[in-house]
């Protein structure tokens, strides 16, 4: 891809995007997000950012976003506990206890590399862009020490084309960097000479150069087995750095062997590429509560410090309203404060039913817990059974969209890394799937197990009238199928060999004790005989001792 083809394809983008859909975003900018950057100025030191955003007279959509985001991180991407697990799509795989192993173990360490990574941290902004703007944009890649590495690129910097599954096909990143800083990025040796020149000038750490960040698909064999270590220049994709103006290469063109920038958006806009949010429904009930809560303060300020009305004749001098001000007056009864009538019981109730109408938009009416009493461990699972309902399309979003491209590609970055365990030769070809645990996904899963259990009971109750019915359970898959959506680790399950080998030794442990037990029940039956016949012969014979002593 040559990069004036980069260039057009950019700015087609970038003018495509102005209007409608960027107003829609400084809007939210202003009022839900208010420190993520302007959408339109260019800051060049730490004092060009505005601390001070007076636009805002209420933060009610402030807090509702960030806590809709924090409950996206800590129900699906929890940094407290592993979130996901590694599934093979065969079922007879899962039941084989050393490829779970071993695949558990490959989950593990994907997982230990993420938390040693500064994913949590960059999911978070992500989270909140996804809840602001509707749109997000999160990128993976492997830094000089081969660790993971992830970036928030910023709403207003990323562009992308989709591709027929509505997935990125190309993307995008609009970079304003001093000569200073691409001198620092690529090296003197693989700048064009202006930026050399630039940087040597004192306005060379202040004036900004505007460079279009291109990753783009490459032509390739459809059998390149992108499991093993292939040069840069034959991957999948393609990558440039390249000066809007001038058009030159910053660097060389570099490769990846899967699109690391992942786009999700909270509900798809009809006809657009980019998404809405609970910030873009709730916009117009943002701006009216910052509207009438401006309103209300301006005219609680005229209540406590009320203008005045003065007869023209009364005053001797101009009046000084001012702390321990003194004004001469010739009529005292000439003087008064203006009432100015404020109704401020509508303008809370407004303000009110505003603040409930935007709390629901964010969810925070639903999600929510009780503060007390303490909700029991049923409300607590009826509450995320609720979240899941609620969020579910969300969800499902950011698992297509987000995280499944993003575990597969740290999955794939590991093991070409050697940082894996050494895969099973029967296992080369098998494919994967991915298995969420947060509180969320757990509370879809809890319900089958819960399902599950619910009819193991009631089939135990109806076995006692019809025995008959206890052939329909499989009961290894039965418990297996639970241990599994519980969560239960492989390691803590036998393997079926392991169980057959102990069912065999409970089996001939029943069968010796039968044998030992029809054994004695024959000695004791001898010894009865034997007693009996003695018993007989003395009844018959009488006592030979008898006879002789007679």
């Known amino acids: 891809m040559d990069n004036a083809d980069i260039i057009k394809r950019f700015e087609a983008l970038e003018g495509e995007r102005k209007g409608s859909v960027e107003g829609i975003w400084d809007e939210i900018e202003k009022f839900v997000l208010p420190l993520r950057g302007d959408f339109y100025s260019t800051l060049n030191s730490e004092g060009e950012v505005d601390w001070r955003r007076r636009e805002i007279y209420d933060s009610t959509a402030v807090f509702a976003c960030q806590s809709l985001a924090a409950s996206l991180q800590g129900n699906l991407t929890s940094p407290s506990q592993k979130w996901f697990d590694l599934r093979f799509r065969d079922?007879?795989?899962?039941?084989?206890?050393?490829?779970?192993?071993?695949?558990?173990?490959?989950s593990d360490r994907v997982y230990q590399a993420l938390n040693e990574s500064n994913f949590d941290i960059e999911i978070a902004e992500a989270y909140l862009d996804l809840t602001g703007f509707g749109t997000s944009t999160?990128?993976?890649?492997?830094?000089?020490?081969?660790?993971?590495?992830?970036?928030?690129?910023?709403?207003r910097e990323g562009f992308f084309e989709e591709s027929h599954k509505k997935q990125v096909y190309r993307f995008y990143r609009r970079l304003q960097w001093t000569a200073t800083q691409?001198?620092?990025k690529f090296g003197e040796e693989k700048v064009p000479e202006k930026i050399r020149k630039l940087a040597d000038t004192p306005d060379g750490s202040t004036q900004t150069q505007t460079i279009i960040f291109c990753i783009y698909p490459r032509d390739v064999p459809a059998d390149l087995d992108v499991t093993k270590p292939i040069a840069e220049k034959s991957r999948p994709f393609g990558y440039k750095y390249v000066l809007k103006v001038g058009q030159e290469t910053l660097g060389e063109e570099g490769g990846y062997y899967e699109m690391p920038s992942f786009v999700s958006r909270w509900r798809k806009t009809a006809g657009s590429r980019w998404g809405h949010s609970p910030a873009t429904v709730a916009l117009a009930d943002i701006l009216m509560l910052n509207q009438v809560k401006e309103a209300t303060i301006e005219a609680a300020g005229k209540a406590i410090d009320p203008a005045s009305l003065v007869l023209e004749s009364a005053l001797l001098s101009d009046l000084d309203l001012q702390r321990g001000g003194r004004t001469v007056v010739n009529d005292i009864?000439?003087?008064?404060p203006y009432e100015s009538g404020t109704q401020f019981d509508v303008a809370n109730m407004e303000i009110s039913m505003l603040v409930d109408s935007i709390r629901k938009a964010f969810f925070q009416d639903q999600l929510e817990l009780k503060e007390s009493p303490a909700m029991t461990a049923t409300e607590v699972n009826v509450r995320y059974e609720l979240m899941q309902r609620l969020l579910g399309p969300t969800l499902g979003r950011l698992k297509t969209d987000l995280l499944d491209p993003l575990i597969q590609r740290s999955f794939n970055i590991l093991y070409r890394a050697g940082m894996l365990k050494e895969m099973p030769r029967e296992l080369t070809a098998a494919p994967l799937d991915i298995e969420y645990n947060g509180p969320l996904p757990r509370a879809q899963q809890s319900d089958t197990a819960m399902a599950i259990?619910?009819?193991?009971m009631g089939l135990g109750e109806m076995a006692q009238v019809f025995p008959e019915a206890l052939d329909l359970v499989d009961v290894d898959k039965a418990?297996?199928?639970?241990?599994?959506?519980?969560?239960?680790?492989?390691?803590?399950?036998r393997s079926d060999e392991e169980i057959a080998q102990k069912r065999n030794q409970r089996n001939e442990e029943m069968q010796m004790a039968k044998t030992l037990q029809a054994a004695q029940?024959?000695?004791?039956?001898?010894?009865?005989?034997?007693?009996?016949?003695?018993?007989?012969?003395?009844i018959e014979g009488g006592d030979p001792m008898e006879g002789e002593a007679a």
């Open 521 to 538: 029940g024959a000695g004791d039956a001898m010894k009865a005989v034997g007693d009996g016949a003695q018993s007989l012969t003395a």
């Open 182 to 184: 691409i001198i620092s």
């Open 479 to 493: 418990v297996r199928t639970i241990a599994t959506l519980r969560g239960v680790p492989a390691k803590a399950l």
């Open 138 to 155: 999160l990128t993976e890649e492997v830094d000089e020490d081969g660790k993971l590495l992830f970036s928030a690129v910023p709403v």
């Open 453 to 456: 259990e619910r009819w193991l």
């Open 333 to 336: 009864d000439g003087v008064r």
């Open 91 to 106: 079922d007879e795989l899962n039941e084989n206890d050393a490829a779970m192993e071993w695949l558990e173990d490959c």
